[in-house]
């Protein structure tokens, strides 16, 4: 190669390098300009995490904001329903004892009188006031009558019914609405004196006032719904009788009604005077016979009378009703079968009267005992009777309270041999759906039905159809109330079994008992 062809190459070769060096400063001015613009998004990318996390501390800040504000919201809204809660506490419960007030106690009792003369049914109000109530807080110091106002109403709340308001009238003043106590104003007057002895027994237990036992006595003033027709009237009648009482000494319940209060203490009596007569053994009893269509006696019905001191021989009409509301009627009713057990054993020993039944009324209170089929089972074998001589009386209206207990026992009974009548049968619970369900022996027919069987052909179809349905039954028929011969002649007609009534015999006591007393 020569010179030429060198130089040639040479300069092409740094013309190459120029060119190379050319290349690699625009390359390095790019690789600048790059890292420019990648410092630039770097720094907008700092720029936008510096703005994402300021935004994201606002929102943590307004989500902090927004939960403080949610719970002064929701206590505000606890403030405004305990400030309705409290105003309408103080709008109608006493303060102290937290029991309704005397602007409560209005508004239910004008509803209760209005339920009540709608419904036919009867309530009242019953008025108290602690007799010397003063003396506790001069002695002891209010805070002490406090604590014993609070407990005197937490006790009347416990005698109360569920349907029944306690309510503070003032500082020692109190009031029970009773809302439910009957359709009669009899038997309102005799549930308002029992829910008053209640509250004065109850409140007349002993307190403890701190280290101190005190004890009250209630002066108490009732009066029915009756009395008056204002809710106000009607408390300013039951708060005379509360005055009335304290004037007389307090410790005591009266009526507003002078005649309510006068009834009211007779039955009071005769509770008493029936406890007495248990106890001094004041009852016996008058038999009245059973006989056939041939006049044949097939046996007697034992039935209670009471040789009272002071008002001679009573019949039952005059005490039953007081000894089954006070449930006297249970251990009357035991003496009357115990007796009656020990008459049919005496008849026993004797060839005329071997053959003799007789027949008890059980009362619905003690058929409904658990005690009542083994207290049977006990009386036969301790007489020694024929169970199939005794016949106990139940009538129909037992069938309501509880069928089930009701069959039970008479399967009970029955397994025992005694016999079983359904009395004053067609005046009650005349079920044939249930009557053929009935372990029984015996249909009785109820007076009212034999009373105008000679002039009444209704009466006259209904006692044959009864026979005709006892008969199909296998049921014996005793017709009671018989007084005449006609109604006589139309019982045997229609195949009644056995009659009773004053044709045949008034109740009296049995001849060797005439003998004895004479």
Same mark, same amino acid.
């Given at each position: ?39 630039? &998004? ?13 935004? =994201?501390?606002? !929102?943590? !800040? &307004? ?16 403030? &405004? ?13 006493? +303060? ?13 009792? %004008? ?26 807080? $001069? ?13 005197? @109403? *937490? ?6 019914? +569920? ?47 701190? %280290? ?12 029915? #719904?009756? $009395? ?17 009482? !304290?004037? @007389? ?42 006989? $056939? ?22 019949? +039952? ?13 249970? +251990? ?6 115990? =007796?009656?057990?020990? =008459?049919?054993?005496? *008849? ?18 003690? #058929? ?34 509880? #069928? ?36 029984? $022996? ?77």
């Amino acid at each position: 190669m020569g010179k030429k062809d060198q130089r040639q190459a040479e300069a092409r070769a740094e013309d190459e390098k120029a060119k190379r060096a050319a290349e690699l400063v625009l390359a390095n001015i790019e690789l600048a300009y790059q890292n420019e613009e990648k410092a630039k &998004r770097a720094a907008e990318l700092a720029v936008a995490n510096s703005e994402l996390a300021f935004q =994201q501390d606002e !929102k943590a !800040k &307004r989500a902090a904001e927004l939960v403080v504000a949610n719970k002064e919201l929701a206590y505000q809204s606890d403030e &405004r329903e305990r400030l309705t809660v409290e105003l309408h506490n103080l709008a109608f419960y006493d +303060p102290l004892t937290h029991i309704a007030n005397r602007r409560l106690l209005l508004d239910r009792l %004008s509803s209760a009188q209005e339920i009540a003369a709608r419904s036919g049914r009867e309530g009242g109000v019953l008025y108290l006031d602690i007799d010397a109530f003063k003396d506790i807080n $001069d002695t002891l110091g209010q805070a002490f009558g406090d604590l014993l106002l609070r407990q005197v @109403a *937490w006790r009347l709340e416990t005698c109360a019914g +569920p349907g029944d308001t306690v309510a503070r009238m003032s500082a020692d003043e109190f009031v029970v609405v009773l809302a439910e106590l009957g359709s009669y104003p009899i038997e309102a007057a005799r549930r308002a004196r029992a829910v008053g002895d209640r509250i004065r027994a109850t409140l007349g237990v002993p307190y403890q006032l701190e %280290s101190h036992e005190y004890t009250i006595t209630t002066s108490i003033g009732a009066a029915l #719904f009756t $009395d008056a027709e204002s809710a106000e009237a009607l408390l300013q009648r039951a708060d005379i009788a509360m005055n009335e009482v !304290k004037q @007389a000494g307090g410790d005591a319940l009266k009526f507003f009604d002078q005649t309510m209060q006068d009834v009211i203490s007779s039955r009071l009596a005769l509770e008493a005077e029936l406890e007495t007569a248990l106890k001094n053994e004041e009852f016996l009893l008058h038999y009245q016979p059973l006989v $056939d269509a041939g006049g044949q006696i097939h046996g007697m019905e034992a039935l209670i009378r009471w040789m009272h001191p002071q008002r001679g021989l009573l019949p +039952p009409g005059a005490f039953i009703d007081v000894a089954e509301e006070t449930e006297l009627v249970v +251990p009357i009713g035991s003496w009357v079968l115990n =007796q009656s057990c020990a =008459q049919l054993s005496q *008849w026993q020993q004797q060839p005329g009267t071997r053959d003799l039944g007789i027949s008890v009324n059980i009362s619905a209170q003690q #058929f409904g005992t658990e005690s009542f089929v083994e207290e049977v089972r006990g009386m036969v074998k301790t007489h020694g009777i024929d169970p199939q001589r005794l016949t106990l009386e139940i009538t129909e209206n037992m069938l309501l309270t509880s #069928f089930t207990q009701t069959t039970a026992h008479m399967a009970e009974l029955k397994e025992i041999g005694v016999r079983i009548s359904l009395d004053d049968f067609g005046t009650g619970y005349s079920s044939l759906q249930y009557l053929k369900r009935l372990p029984i $022996d015996e249909l009785k027919i109820d007076m009212m039905f034999v009373q105008e069987l000679a002039t009444d052909v209704r009466d006259q179809a209904i006692v044959r159809a009864i026979v005709a349905l006892a008969h199909s039954l296998g049921l014996t028929v005793v017709a009671e109330g018989v007084e005449t011969d006609e109604q006589r002649q139309i019982l045997i007609n229609a195949g009644c079994d056995q009659l009773q009534g004053y044709l045949f015999g008034r109740p009296g006591p049995l001849e060797e008992d005439r003998r004895h007393k004479g």
